[in-house]
């Protein structure tokens, strides 16, 4: 096979509009690879080219025919002590919960010969692929292709739905369906009810991000003040991308929401579709936490899934990044995600 590379600037992302249409419905790609998604990323998130990086899609051709995009981020010299030469992935420390390349399915030849290619065309040797799946073909080939310098895993978490709703309630623990019917108990006792709404196209995303912060100031508040003191000098010395969230800067994105009697919103999870429609991720929730002994999250989204069982249209509930224990609750198993560096 005759391997061509085509390098398109970041800023030029509509010239490879067709190509990327074409590869983002493979098996391995999720809604974090579509088009769609860096769009957003493009008006939202990717800096303007400075003399120490680049951002650019690397388009991989097989005899004239588009075989993967690579959306990199390439250091072309270190700066400020922790951003080290080498090549990266657009989307790094972003809501991009997984990172790949654009592909229908992976030629291992052509990610070598690419990586071969940026050696030449930037002098760089060392590449960091973060939030790269362990299932992906692209994390496989690499651990068993390149001499691996470090690889660090992290926690996701997802939810294969069964094809019934019984099958869904057989795999939840015991004390999983006991905490389910002791929401919904003290919610009558106490006189007060939910409406759930699976996409609120109504809904104040300001709130949802109040919602959000709020939990996050409980969670920040909990940290030690050495990791505190550690984090700050580590945001001072690593390059600050552009902050976005979905939740208000994704117009694709849905919202499914839990309101009160009274019509205040009480829980919700900001979530969007794979290209393919048969899994969504969800990237961002909130609970009003003056109504948390309700459990309104785990409400709204235990309803969700029971709904999208009965409609067997879905297939996959992605809660992506993190371990918190509600996912588990909710039927999710745990999945990795690995941060990997490695030499050309």
Known sequence: MAYTIRYVPAKDLELLQEEWKTLETGEEMTLFQSYEWYVMLL?????????????????????GQPCMIAPLWIIKRSFRILNRKGVYLIGRFSFSDYLNFIYQSFDSAAFDYLLKDLHKRYGIKKVCFEDLRESTSIYQHIVTSYNIIEN????????????????????????????????????QKDGKALVFNDDDQQVD????????????????????????????????????????????????????????????????????????????????????????????????????????????????????????????????????????????
Not at 43 to 50: C, L
Not at 293 to 309: D, E, N
């Open 152 to 187: 660090k895993e992290f926690p996701c978490v997802t939810l294969q739905l069964p094809p019934s709703v019984e099958e869904y309630h057989k795999m939840l623990s015991k004390n999983s369906r006991q905490n389910l019917r002791t929401a919904s108990n003290r919610l």
């Open 43 to 63: 008006k939202h998130y990717i800096p303007e080219d400075t003399n120490n990086f680049e951002s650019v899609y690397a388009l991989v051709e097989t005899d």
């Open 205 to 344: 995303r300001q709130e949802c991000m109040k919602l959000r912060e709020a939990k996050l100031s409980v969670k920040y508040a909990d940290f030690s003040l050495f990791w505190k003191y550690k984090y700050r000098i580590i945001n001072r010395l690593r390059y600050t991308f552009p902050f976005f969230t979905p939740i208000t800067h994704y117009t694709k994105s849905k919202v499914m929401t839990a309101y009160d009697e009274e019509g205040k919103l009480r829980a919700f999870f900001n979530y969007g579709y794979d290209p393919d429609d048969k899994a969504i991720r969800i990237m961002a929730a909130g609970t009003d936490l003056d109504f948390a002994r309700y459990s309104p999250g785990m409400l709204l989204m235990h309803q969700f899934i029971l709904k999208s069982i009965q409609e067997g249209k879905l297939q996959v509930i992605d809660f992506t990044r993190g371990d918190e224990k509600y996912k588990f609750a909710l039927g999710g198993e745990l999945c990795l995600n690995h941060s990997i560096k490695f030499s050309i």
